[in-house]
């Protein structure tokens, strides 16, 4: 099978590595800071000259798009094996999305580019009150968002100006997200659509497949299907949207896999990290994956491991082995059953494993699947 690179150094790198094993596939990472080659699941770091990458790798991916301009990145995004290059073009950048999105006719919140203070004033004249300001560039787990409200003084700092977009607050009910690959024959294999709850910005829990979805799975493959065709991309790409009244409005894209599509590593016998690989390596697309009904991702965030965990009933846990530090993703729990009560019977077992803060989100979980 063709080596696969990579690049990023993180948690996605690691689980795509890990399901490279399952189909032969090795899957070594880059460091997108220091060029370091990490092989596999490894921490080793190695150095490799850029021709023997090439050489070596026929397929270079990434897991974030916030790649930067670095020397290093540019020669690997100039080599004939890095994958889905318009896609890392425009995506990574909000206003070039977004204004991709308008050209593609996909719904998405109208927006505008903030040039200056004056540009701001004009915003909340257009686009309403309250806003949602987002850096364009480097943005992610709720990092570089504003929320101006009009007439009342704000914290965006005055350098940013320039670099920013201002977008309409979005009355949405709740979100969801979709992960889906497009194949190099132009076949599409869809997840159903995920449910997921943020907090500060960031992810903390997530259910796969979203509980009343039935009327929203087609349009949203639609969408997300225009998109990759668009971009002619080949891989798993993560759209996440927000419903409303007026249906899908998608809120932001990501050319990788994603954090919502962790559950399909319990809850699915072929997970996102399998799809990105059989789509980048030309397997074939799917057909009808074993699937369980419910399954709840709890995100650990700025916690400690737990070894006791692992031995309870319906649960799989990851753990990336990465420095503790607060509001940082240091690892998930997949927890999957055949019915509703069952799985609401794994989440109780869990609970007096955990913190306060996380037993406050699975509670919350666990009152949408009562409810579901
Ligand atoms: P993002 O970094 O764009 O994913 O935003 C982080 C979170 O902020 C989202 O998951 C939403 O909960 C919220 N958010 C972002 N944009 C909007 C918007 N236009 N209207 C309302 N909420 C938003």
Redesign the pocket.
Known sequence: MKPVLVVGAGQLGLMMAAAGARFGIPVDRMDHVTGELVPGTSNLRLTMPLDEIEQRYDIITAELEHLGDTPLLNSVKATKSWQNAAAFEILPTREKQKRMLDELQVAT?PWQFLNNQDDLLNAHAELGDKL?V?SIRD????KG?WRPVAGQSHDIPAEAFGGLIA????D?SR?VSLVGARFANGEYYFFPLTENY?HE?ILRYSLGPAPKTEDLQADAQTMLSKIMEHLDYVGVMAM?C?QTEQGLIV??LAPRVHNSGHWTQAGSDYSQFDLHLSALTGAAVPHQPKRFPVTVMLNLIGCEWNAEWQALPGIQCYWYGKERRDKRKLGHINLSASSVEELVAHCEGLMPYLDEEHKGFLAEAVALLNAS
Do not use: S
């Open positions: 919140a949602v987002k943005g992610y787990d709720g968002q977008e309409a607050m979005v949405f979100e943020h910005g996440e927000f809120n932001e």
